[in-house]
């Protein structure tokens, strides 16, 4: 039950794709953060994927893309996704983030919006905050 007068932090929604090239896995992640789709994307470089294609196994170098975004702006993010990807077949998950930190989701939802944000920073090993 929500308590009266606070506001429920939003669903998250992480989201993955792997791509082949780096310039790829830039244009993707620039282009939705851009169009304010997703507020951040992480680019992982060199993961090693081993997955049965078109009637053998195969074994690639790829950028995995983590996606932070709201749960409703997933078909938007599937969309892009899928018109963005050089793959036949892109791998797009979406996964819940039931257990985010109030504020970064706040922070996802604001900058998936659209809305002016600056992201938070974490203090310095030793930094005191205000």
Not at 15 to 25: C, F, H, I, S, Y
Not at 96 to 121: H, L, N, Q, T
Request: aromatic fraction near 8%; charged fraction near 30%.
């Amino acid at each position: 039950m929500k308590a009266p007068g606070r506001k429920q932090a939003p669903e998250l929604l992480v989201v993955l794709t792997t791509v082949g090239t780096e310039e790829q896995a830039l244009e993707i992640a620039h282009r939705l953060v851009g169009s304010h789709l997703a507020a951040c994307v992480n680019i992982v470089p060199e993961v090693r994927s081993v997955f049965f294609w078109k009637g053998k196994v195969n074994d690639d170098r790829e950028f995995l893309l983590i996606f932070k975004t709201l749960r409703e702006r997933f078909p938007a993010v599937r969309d892009a996704i899928r018109r963005l990807h050089a793959y036949e077949l892109p791998e797009i998950l979406g996964f819940p983030a039931d257990f985010a930190d109030g504020a970064f989701a706040r922070w996802v939802e604001g900058g998936s919006a659209g809305k002016a944000i600056v992201r938070p920073r974490a203090p310095k090993r030793g930094q005191r905050t205000a």
